[in-house]
């Protein structure tokens, strides 16, 4: 079935009906989560807003295009009646998520905005229907926040100092255990900060903020970092993002519930394993963006047992359906368990031939798919590093993408490309992982970063451009200013030379022996496969 007639412009997908989600229309994520709806996975029913208003947006000297607002308006009134909440509504108020959606994938790059439709009403409306004061204060405050950031362009620093403020008068170190109380503070606070930044109070309105929301997500296909991937990645031809909004699924509503990532095989090795990285108490952003650190897959599995065993199964039935190494985003609310988003995950040069010899051997796919999906892939360049030193490591991180690299320390993206440009091998050293790092991690051979997850965007755009990369050293404090690191103590300026071991995630001073290996076995296996095709 087609978009409807009397909207052509938008679709919908998990609010019982079945229309048909063109990808090249209403990007990948859209599509995806339609296709998810059909197979009867739990997903939060949406709509999305086609790529030609993001066209047009730009077109016309980036003016909304006039039926954007009606077009809003009718999708919203589709999700009231899906869900049985309203949105503005001070009573059983609907939230919405709004996020960006090309027809190709740019993982982080682009902009999301949670909790839309919260404000000093609703957030009442939302303790009334929740029964949790702190889960909806939390929400409140984190929409100030990510709406200050996303749509007015404010820097995080008041925000970050404010919460860091509320944790030390609580005495805690994760924003998780704060109480209602506090969060009702901070989210006081945050306004304050809102209103001194933008000149006036945060909107109340949902509508506004809904329309705010979604021309901010327009303009980040046009942002610096989006075009920096674009012009990286050779990608030419993308005429532009869908906007796509959903109702809300809270991650951060209680001891149940949570925000996580999972592969369905290891995106550095290949391994037919889950992978899985999660946060209790938080909302999807937290564990992508780069900036916390997330629980082990075995705390999640162990606390949420059942919830975790319908993740391995739905991964197994998505990868099924898509024949790929899938990447899926999901949230848990009160142990429920909400399918956000899908794709085809990026890998590393090694973990890509793997996977598709493993996957044409289990029968999913063909030696021609394998073909296909190699396409991409230098076989000759492909190989397996392994340390060979007995030296102890001077820390040990988080594993992200395998492989050994030594090289000399950048902090900044700027100096890693100056560095690159002398023909110096680099390793960009940095506090979190960032989509806005991504001309460094180009430059650069490795990266290394002292918090964030191994699923974060950063650390997946690494992996795809093949560079080592480690993530959640602990023990290395960044002095950027001063352009010196200390890494378990240790003083290290930029440009001292440090190893990095993507496979067990240990960081070595100086260079270290290691040994390269091809993978002859799978290579030689994909070359007669292209023989007995291409004869």
Known sequence: MTPTKLFPRMVTFGCGLDESVPAEEFGNKA??????????????????????????????????????????????????????????????????????????????????????????????????????????????????????????????????????????????????????????????????????????????????????????????????????????????????TAVTVQAMVFGNMGSRSGAGVAFTRNPWKGNNELLVDFKFGAQGE?????????????????????????????????????????????????????????????????AALKIAVDLCQEGVISPSDVIWMLRDVDLDGVSVQRVRTRDHPLAVGIPASGGVASGEIAFTCASAEAMEAEGRRVILVRETPSPDDIPGIRAAIALLTARGARTAHAAVVARQMGKVCVVG???????EARRRCHISGQELREGATITVDGNSGKVFLGEVEHSSERPTALIAMVREWEQSLHP
């Not at 650190?293 to 059942?306: C, G, I, K, N, W």
């Not at 050293?473 to 002095?479: M, R, T």
């Open 473 to 479: 050293c602990e023990s290395l404090v960044i002095d």
């Open 286 to 350: 937290d564990v992508v963006s780069g900036d916390q650190s997330v629980s082990t897959q075995r705390e999640f599995q162990e606390a949420l047992p059942e919830t975790f065993a319908e993740l391995v199964e739905t991964a197994r039935r998505l990868e099924s359906h898509y024949r790929d190494m899938q990447d899926l985003e999901f949230t848990v609310q009160n142990g429920d368990l909400y399918i956000l988003q899908t794709r085809s995950g990026k890998r590393s040069p090694y």
């Open 31 to 240: 599509a995806s989560l339609a296709t998810i709806a059909s197979l009867g996975i739990r997903v939060p029913p949406g709509f999305c807003l086609g790529v030609t208003l993001c066209e047009e947006y730009f077109s016309s000297g980036r003016q909304m295009p006039p039926d954007m607002p009606d077009l809003l308006a009718a999708g919203i009134s589709r999700l009231e009646r899906a869900t049985g909440l309203s949105f503005g509504g001070n009573r059983r108020p609907l939230l919405v998520s709004v996020r960006s959606g090309a027809p190709v994938s740019m993982p982080g790059v682009m902009e999301t905005i949670l909790n839309i439709g919260l404000s000093r009403e609703t957030v009442r409306g939302l303790i009334s229907l929740s029964g949790n004061p702190k889960f909806a204060w939390d929400s409140y405050r984190r929409l100030i926040q990510n709406f200050g950031q996303v749509v007015c362009h404010h820097s995080p620093t008041h925000y970050h100092a404010a919460l860091r403020e509320a944790m030390e008068q609580e005495g805690v170190e994760d924003e998780v255990e704060l109480d209602a109380r506090s969060l009702q503070d901070l989210a006081t606070e945050y306004e304050r900060i809102f209103a001194q930044n933008s000149g006036e109070k945060f909107p109340a309105g949902a509508m506004r903020q809904l329309e705010q929301a979604a021309e901010a997500v327009i303009l980040s296909w046009e942002s610096p970092r989006a075009e920096a991937y674009r012009r990286l990645n050779l990608i030419r031809e993308a005429r532009g």
